[in-house]
T-cell receptor, first 116, second 113 residues
Framework: GAVVSQHPSRVICKSGTSVKIECRSL??????MFWYRQFPKQSLMLMAT?????????EQGVEKDKFLINHASLTLSTLTVTSAHPEDSSFYIC????????????FGPGTRLTVT | KNQVEQSPQSLIILEGKNCTLQ??????????LRWYKQDTGRGPVSLTI?????NTKSNGRYTATLDADTKQSSLHITASQLSDSASYIC????????????FGAGTTVTVRA
């Protein structure tokens, strides 16, 4: 089956620093990738949608300069949280959509970000 | 606005018992509906996927139903196990609008020995 990986699974960083999270589709080409944020006991909230080779589309209320998304290839997207603050601490989940067939979307295992 | 409503918000059951989770949606046009299991600190894992023409789909002890006319779905867990403790999320996909997904808030299931 389609597999999406994320790295790292957990990261702790200090306030003011930047952290990069990678999302990879391991056995399919993902023309579109999605980044979600999830707070405790809440469902996933879409942050942005990125298509390979083009700029990401951000949901309302998501700061594009703070959450930099790069989708440089059909198998890799990165989310960089810039100048992190404690309120950015959250669970970040990426998802990749298969560019063929029925365009199903597959989720990664998530990255727990803690900003101290 | 397309919405997905799940109930109950949470439930506690004894090991070995059955339970049923509900999902009502207003998403249109409808493409498919998935139930996901999400363990704490992990990403969602798909349990079942149902299209418009499917009424029921099973995956081991998980059985999902779909009534596309009333826009309701349920997930039934049979003979619950401790490992079933998780959040169960109902996700509905549109057939247009770039296949957008709409997420329910999830039902947290706690199975106790």
């Amino acid at each position: 089956g389609a597999v999406v990986s994320q790295h790292p699974s957990r990261v702790i960083c200090k306030s003011g620093t930047s952290v990069k999270i990678e999302c990879r589709s391991l056995d399919f080409q993902a023309t579109t990738m999605f980044w979600y944020r999830q707070f405790p006991k809440q469902s996933l909230m879409l942050m942005a949608t990125s298509n390979e080779g083009s700029k990401a589309t951000y949901e309302q209320g998501v700061e594009k300069d703070k959450f930099l998304i790069n989708h440089a290839s059909l198998t890799l997207s990165t989310l960089t949280v810039t100048s992190a603050h404690p309120e950015d601490s959250s669970f970040y989940i990426c998802s990749a959509r298969d560019g063929q067939g029925i365009y199903e979307q597959y989720f990664g295992p998530g990255t727990r970000l803690t900003v101290t | 606005k397309n919405q997905v409503e799940q109930s109950p918000q949470s439930l506690i059951i004894l090991e070995g018992k059955n339970c049923t989770l509900q999902c009502n949606y207003t998403v249109s046009p409808f493409s498919n509906l998935r139930w996901y299991k999400q363990d704490t600190g992990r990403g969602p894992v798909s349990l079942t996927i149902m299209t418009f023409s499917e009424n029921t789909k099973s995956n081991g002890r998980y059985t999902a139903t779909l009534d596309a006319d009333t826009k309701q779905s349920s997930l039934h867990i049979t003979a619950s196990q401790l490992s079933d403790s998780a959040s169960y999320i109902c996700v509905v996909r549109e057939s247009s609008n770039d296949y957008k997904l709409s997420f329910g808030a999830g039902t947290t299931v706690t199975v106790r020995a």
